[in-house]
């Protein structure tokens, strides 16, 4: 079976609007990931300092199919999660400094407090609704695409 792009929930003229430039040109809303599966887009909110990845998605009690938050952390590191506060199931995508995804959790369970760990050398961790991850077919290997990633080293390097 062939690649397939996925564009969740973007109108057509959006998706006509960026055409096949969207590929490779990186904005700081948006998030790519690739893989063996196909090709998706998100609409991401990002959470580079400790105030903003300790607030996380708390107290939200839904968010949009095609979007998520992008938690950045300056260096790779051992990271875990829990979903304090956090109302709505979540999964949680891990990667390494190049942006690989190196582990996947799964529907977290809101509100439960149980550390989720990702795993050791991460940098990235994508939170977008729970079940998507499953249901595209997102796996361990796929790769991000976004500015926050440092280029120079980036599996999949943005183009401008």
Same mark, same amino acid.
């Given at each position: 079976?062939?690649?397939?792009?996925?564009?969740?929930?973007?109108?057509?003229?959006?998706?006509?609007?960026?055409?096949?430039? &969207?590929?490779?040109?990186? @904005?700081?809303? !948006? =998030?790519?990931?690739?893989?063996?599966?196909?090709?998706?887009?998100?609409? +991401?909110?990002?959470?580079?300092?400790?105030?903003?990845?300790?607030?996380?998605?708390?107290?939200?009690?839904s968010m949009p199919r095609a979007a998520g938050?992008?938690?950045?952390?300056?260096?790779?590191? &051992?990271?875990?999660?829990? @979903?304090?506060? !956090? =109302?709505?199931?979540?999964?949680?995508?891990?990667?390494?400094?190049?942006? +690989?995804?190196?582990?996947?959790?799964?529907?977290?369970?809101?509100?439960?407090?149980?550390?989720?760990?990702?795993?050791?050398?991460?940098?990235?961790?994508?939170?977008?609704?729970?079940?998507?991850?499953?249901?595209?077919g997102i796996t361990v290997g796929s790769q991000?695409?976004?500015?926050?990633?440092?280029?120079?080293?980036?599996?999949?390097p943005c183009d401008n």
């Amino acid at each position: 079976m062939g690649k397939r792009i996925v564009q969740i929930a973007l109108s057509s003229a959006a998706i006509a609007a960026a055409g096949t430039a &969207a590929f490779g040109a990186c @904005m700081p809303d !948006t =998030l790519w990931l690739r893989g063996d599966w196909g090709t998706a887009r998100f609409t +991401v909110e990002i959470a580079d300092d400790a105030e903003e990845r300790a607030q996380g998605l708390m107290h939200r009690s839904s968010m949009p199919r095609a979007a998520g938050m992008l938690f950045v952390y300056p260096y790779p590191r &051992a990271v875990a999660f829990w @979903m304090r506060n !956090t =109302l709505i199931p979540l999964d949680m995508v891990f990667a390494d400094s190049e942006g +690989v995804v190196r582990h996947i959790h799964s529907n977290a369970v809101p509100l439960d407090e149980t550390p989720i760990p990702g795993g050791d050398d991460i940098q990235y961790v994508l939170e977008i609704n729970g079940g998507l991850s499953s249901s595209m077919g997102i796996t361990v290997g796929s790769q991000i695409q976004h500015l926050s990633i440092g280029q120079t080293d980036a599996a999949w390097p943005c183009d401008n």
